[in-house]
């Protein structure tokens, strides 16, 4: 766990359960076909909705975040760091993952399977498909805006298990589903 990380403090921690917060990165710029996907930066829409969400996420406390791990690609990085700035949390606590970055659902699983049961409340800024086929597996209800994990969408779970190893499919008691079009 990392010191500072404070987001959230104002509610009580049960420890029957772990929180996994799942933040599909923000819109990002196409304009420019050479270069690489990797280093794809947000574009004006993404930079808008970021910050948007990280105001709303503040708002809608919910547990103490102790560990923030992102996808080094351009356009998570840049999310998570805004996301962070918004909850008043030091963007120097964000753990970069490589994994994140085009983890399948089988890899995205083995991450949060192997976090450590210190953490109570962990939040992932990564990429879809993977991201929404996590959600959807963790909680079968889970449908996103109808379509799909949008872009700057967060999925907040609450997960019935004690140790992050015992993470499975329908595991997610509850699921609370935000992004951009709806704030």
Known sequence: MHEGLQWG???????????????????????????????????????RDAPRMGVHLKAASLLPVDRMLSSPACRAKTTAEIIAEALGLATESIEFERRIYEASLRGLF?????????????????????????????????????????????ANMDLAIDSWGEAREGCAAECRFYYPKIL
């Open 9 to 47: 403090a104002d509610r009580p921690r049960t420890h029957d359960m772990k929180q996994l917060t799942l933040i599909r990165h923000a819109k990002s710029s196409w304009s420019d076909v050479s270069m690489g996907d990797f280093d794809r930066p947000l574009n004006a829409r993404g930079l």
């Open 110 to 154: 083995e991450l949060v399977r192997g976090l450590d049961d210190e953490a109570g409340h962990v939040v992932l800024f990564g990429h879809n498909p993977g991201f929404e086929q996590l959600a959807s597996a963790l909680n079968p209800n889970f449908e996103g805006d109808g379509e799909k994990f949008p872009t700057c969408g967060v």
